[in-house]
C-alpha cells in the first residue's frame, strides 16, 4: 500500500515539472495580425470619404476678328476744324452703322469713339489752303471699358480760290477802267485799270481762304488700319 502511494506521489511530481518546462503562451489582442489594407494610425469607425470630382474648365470666350480694312462710317459728336483744333486735340464719335462680320453684329450703331486731331492748318491770306487730319483711337463699350484702335488717316482739304481771286482782281481792274475812263480816257483809263487792280489785290490779300468746318453731326469715313480682336 505504500508501495502504490509513494509510485502516485512521484507521478504527481512528474506531471508537475512537465508543466513548468512548458514556454508560456504569447498570444495576445496585441498579436492578432491586422488586415493589411487598414491604415495604422485611423480611428475603429473611419469611413473613406468619396473625392469631389474636379470642376470644369469654363469654356473660352468666343472672339470675333474685325479685318483691317473694314470701313467704320462715323457721325461726330464734337465739332471739329482747320481754324479752331489743334493736334493732339481730343473728339467724339459714334458709329453710323453697325459693324457686321458673318452676318452678326459686332459693334452695333451708337457705339462710342474718340478721334484725336493729328494736324490742322489754318488757310493763309497770300497762299496755302486750310487742311485737316483726323484718326480714331478708342471704342468705348457700354460697360466702360475701352479698347484701343488704330485707322488710316482721315485727310482734307479746303477748296481753291484761285478763280475767286481771280473774280475779285478782274473786277478791281474792271472798276479802275471805268474810272480812268471818266477821268479823261486814254493815259487815264490806263491808270485807272491799273490802280483798280492794286485794290482787287489788296482785297485778296486781306481775306482768308476757305476753313474746314465739320459740325457735330457730321458723318465721316474711316477705315481701319489694323485688325480689332472682340
Do not use: H, W
Not at 504527481?12 to 498579436?31: I, Y
Not at 493736334?87 to 462710342?112: N, R
Not at 488757310?123 to 468705348?140: D, H, M
Amino acid at each position: 500500500m505504500k508501495r502504490s502511494f509513494n509510485a502516485v506521489i512521484v507521478c504527481s511530481l512528474g506531471l508537475a515539472l512537465a508543466s513548468c518546462n512548458k514556454a508560456p503562451s504569447t498570444t495576445s489582442a496585441d498579436s492578432v495580425s491586422k488586415p493589411a489594407d487598414a491604415p495604422v494610425n485611423a480611428p475603429a469607425n473611419a469611413v473613406d470619404q468619396p473625392k469631389a470630382a474636379p470642376l470644369p474648365e469654363p469654356a473660352p470666350k468666343p472672339v470675333t476678328l474685325i479685318p483691317a480694312g473694314t470701313t467704320l462710317r462715323i457721325t461726330l459728336i464734337d465739332a471739329v476744324s482747320s481754324d479752331k483744333n489743334r493736334p493732339g486735340d481730343k473728339f467724339a464719335a459714334s458709329l453710323a452703322e453697325p459693324i457686321v462680320i458673318d452676318g452678326k453684329t459686332v459693334l452695333s450703331k451708337g457705339t462710342k469713339l474718340r478721334g484725336r486731331v493729328v494736324d490742322a492748318k489754318e488757310s493763309g491770306r497770300v497762299k496755302g489752303r486750310a487742311s485737316i487730319e483726323l484718326k480714331l483711337t478708342e471704342i468705348v463699350f457700354k460697360d466702360g471699358k475701352q479698347m484701343d484702335i488704330a485707322t488710316k488717316p482721315y485727310t482734307a482739304v479746303a477748296q481753291s480760290t484761285t478763280k475767286r481771286d481771280a473774280a475779285i482782281i478782274g473786277g478791281g481792274a474792271g472798276l479802275g477802267a471805268v474810272i480812268g475812263a471818266i477821268a479823261g480816257g486814254g493815259k487815264g483809263a490806263a491808270i485807272g485799270a491799273g490802280v483798280g487792280g492794286g485794290a482787287g489785290t489788296g482785297t485778296v490779300l486781306a481775306t482768308k481762304g476757305k476753313e474746314i468746318r465739320y459740325a457735330p453731326e457730321t458723318r465721316l469715313q474711316f477705315t481701319l488700319a489694323s485688325p480689332i480682336v472682340i
